[in-house]
Nanobody, 119 residues
Framework: QVQFVESGGGLVQPGGSLRLSCAAS????????MRWYRQPPGKQRDLVAGISSEGITNIVNSVKDRFIIARDNAKNTVYLQMNSLKPEDTAVYYC?????????????WGQGTQVTVSS
């Protein structure tokens, strides 16, 4: 059993910052790539950023100069630091990771956290 719990969303004014966290717990053997997705209202869920187990990052161009993805392997946690937030960043943000347990490698999703950027 693996649990993947997100935190850190909320309401922020344009130009503000938020840090999202997503922590995995349970019978985990290894965590490979970790990712953040977002789903704006009425739109599809899209990849925002990813980070490998070695710390290699990939961030979409639309947020590359404002968002930072990081991970703490000792805590099985991935972070998304979001700076200079804009109203178009409003979305439900989901974490995702490829996790190896005794049954093999499975993709796990967090429950989602709402980020609202508004004045």
């Amino acid at each position: 059993q693996v649990q993947f719990v997100e935190s850190g969303g909320g309401l922020v004014q344009p130009g503000g910052s938020l840090r999202l966290s997503c922590a995995a717990s349970g019978n985990i053997w290894s965590i490979y790539d970790m990712r953040w997705y977002r789903q704006p209202p009425g739109k599809q869920r899209d990849l925002v950023a990813g980070i490998s187990s070695e710390g290699i990052t990939n961030i979409v161009n639309s947020v590359k100069d404002r968002f930072i993805i990081a991970r703490d392997n000792a805590k099985n946690t991935v972070y998304l630091q979001m700076n200079s937030l804009k109203p178009e960043d409003t979305a439900v943000y989901y974490c995702n990771a490829d996790i190896r347990t005794q049954t093999g490698v499975t993709g796990y999703w967090g429950q989602g956290t709402q980020v609202t950027v508004s004045s």
